[in-house]
């Protein structure tokens, strides 16, 4: 092969190489528009098992105190904060069940935020609540789109 020829096989493989990583990058993009929905509800998952695991911290130092009327707040939050765990780990992968889990944490948060919001006045309680209710429509607009 003389020199031009090495030159020209070399322009030809650079240009379809270019050509195929230009759909590739398409191909993530469509991919990662996609999954915009699973994204946002995993972190939506994920701050709503922290809030939850901290008020379940701070009704059972309230239930301590002999103030009962948290007792059962506390026991939602600690397993709310279970069911967002499992959500947030199904659908940071997409996971065939994240329609399925995505249902009972939106189900879990909207009890859980509920009994939360009866304690108003109380600032842990109503950002529990609200994370909740974060959580819930995230995994509803999840779902939403899963099912597209």
Known sequence: ??????????????AGLAVVGTRA???????HADHKHFDD????CADCMRSCESCFRHCAGLVAE?????AKAMALCVDCAEVCAASAKITARSGPLSVTVC???AKACDTCGAAC?????????????????????ACREMIKHAKD
Do not use: I, P, Q
């Not at 509800?41 to 939506?44: Q, R, V």
């Not at 002999?66 to 948290?70: L, N, P, T």
């Open 103 to 105: 249902e009972a944490c």
């Open 25 to 31: 990058v398409a191909a993530a993009d469509e991919k």
């Open 41 to 44: 509800c995993c972190n939506a």
């Open 66 to 70: 002999g103030k009962k009327d948290h």
């Open 117 to 137: 919001e009866k304690f108003s006045g109380d600032k842990h309680m109503e950002a529990c609540a609200k994370a909740c209710r974060d959580c819930a429509k």
């Open 1 to 14: 092969m003389n020199r031009r020829e090495v030159l020209g096989v070399l322009g030809a493989t650079a």
